[in-house]
């Protein structure tokens, strides 16, 4: 599956964005994450939702800011962020996992393919 993010950009603190991925192949097949890079840190987990978008799962930094979404129809995942705060700053991208299970996991080596990231910047 070869997957696209998109919908990066500079933002206030405060403010809000909408991240999407596009993706070729069985979408419907794989367990869909994203991540994300700050810069001089490691990449981190940062949503993730399971086939049939009925498990959702979310980093601690991102609960009740962030919502991850599914839409099988047109082989999208998206990230919607609120209350963007400068620490959110990052490169963010998406990944897919073909897994067996019903929660997807959290951890980078599970997922199989990547997407190229997409630039979010939050200005103080």
């Known amino acids: 599956v070869q997957l696209q993010a998109s919908g990066g950009g500079l933002v206030q603190a405060g403010g809000s964005l909408r991240l999407s991925c596009a993706a070729s192949g069985s979408f419907s097949d794989y367990h869909m994450g994203w991540f994300r890079r700050a810069p001089g840190k490691e990449r981190e987990f940062v949503a993730a939702?399971?086939?049939?978008?009925?498990?959702?799962v979310y980093a601690d930094s991102v609960k009740g800011r962030f919502t991850i979404s599914r839409d099988n129809t047109r082989n999208q995942v998206y990230l919607q962020m609120i209350s963007l705060k400068p620490e959110d700053t990052a490169v963010y991208y998406c990944a897919a996992d073909l897994a067996t299970g019903e929660i997807p996991f959290t951890t980078m080596m599970s997922y199989d393919y990547w997407g190229q990231g997409t630039l979010v910047t939050v200005s103080s």
């Open positions: 939702i399971d086939r049939s978008a009925v498990n959702r």
